[in-house]
């Protein structure tokens, strides 16, 4: 039996219990009592600066704008595909925001680094916030995973954190801050930078929803088969031979069930439509 979408009121709540459970396992904060009222303002901050805000770009500005405060100039927000890769960065596409370095980016979905990135192993394993230092001394971690980590440096991302974000519905992101300077975050930092993220991320899944409420309703029964398929990895001519139609067919439903779940990315609709309840993999 399918559970109904959540509301937006039912969803923040059920995030905020995540949130709460999550803070209870976050290293205790000492910091002194000046530089701990100046991080809580900069926080006060960016939460009245967050509401009324109207596209997730804005927020995501943000939040980059908040994570100064801790010397982190690079953050990066992913969606993960149902293969558990990150998406390739896209213009506008809220599933995936970043402002890491572009050659780094390039590199990344280069070298297939997606595949064998530790930090989505560690993620889907982890409730709270974790350092990437604990990660690559990790006894379990590979020569190869480590080489993601040693290869970031060269681009500048020296050392950083990484938020899981296991949502409602089966729904997961990974949050990551990342500095340019070789040594670990402060617990105090950590504990921001988290509970910022899941403020972010429970924003950005309000966006989500309340873009796609009307239209996903409207899936034809034929864009569902095509956005199945293209969730279990099929391309339009192999979409075609299955349910026997053509390649331009295919895509004609591809596309229209693209527009209805609010994206110009085939795989970002496939895992909107998984989120959704409206195929099962």
Not at 94 to 107: G, K, V
Not at 139 to 153: G, L
Not at 191 to 198: D, E, M, R, S, V
Not at 217 to 236: F, M, V
Request: with cysteine; aromatic share 12%.
């Amino acid at each position: 039996m399918e559970t109904p979408p959540m509301s937006s009121v039912s969803q923040r709540r059920w995030i905020a219990t995540r949130v709460s459970g999550q803070l209870s396992l976050a290293p205790t904060m000492h910091f002194p009592t000046a530089a701990g009222e100046a991080f809580a303002g900069e926080f006060s901050r960016f939460l009245y600066q967050t509401d009324g805000v109207a596209k997730p770009e804005q927020l995501f500005d943000l939040l980059s704008a908040f994570a100064l405060n801790f010397n982190c100039p690079w953050i990066a927000y992913g969606s993960l595909t149902p293969d558990n890769k990150f998406l390739k960065p896209a213009p506008h596409d809220p599933a995936l925001m970043q402002n890491y370095p572009d050659e780094w980016q390039e590199r990344y979905f280069e070298m297939g680094y997606d595949r064998i990135d530790p930090i989505i192993k560690t993620s889907r394993k982890r409730v709270g916030a974790f350092r990437w230092s604990e990660v690559y001394n990790d006894a379990s971690t590979t020569e190869d995973e480590r080489r993601v980590f040693d290869e970031a440096a060269t681009f500048g991302l020296r050392s950083g954190i990484s938020v899981p974000l296991h949502g409602p519905n089966g729904n997961f992101a990974i949050m990551s801050f990342a500095q340019d300077l070789d040594r670990d975050f402060q617990n105090c930092a950590i504990t921001y930078l988290q509970i910022a993220a899941f403020h972010f991320y429970i924003m950005v899944e309000q966006f989500a929803n309340s873009r796609v409420k009307e239209d996903v309703a409207d899936l034809s029964p034929r864009e569902k088969e095509c956005i199945l398929w293209t969730a279990r990895g099929k391309s339009s001519w192999e979409i075609g031979i299955v349910l026997g139609i053509s390649v331009n067919t295919v895509n004609f439903h591809i596309k229209n069930a693209m527009r209805k779940l609010d994206t110009t990315s085939r795989t970002v609709a496939a895992i909107k439509a998984v989120n959704f309840k409206l195929i099962e993999l």
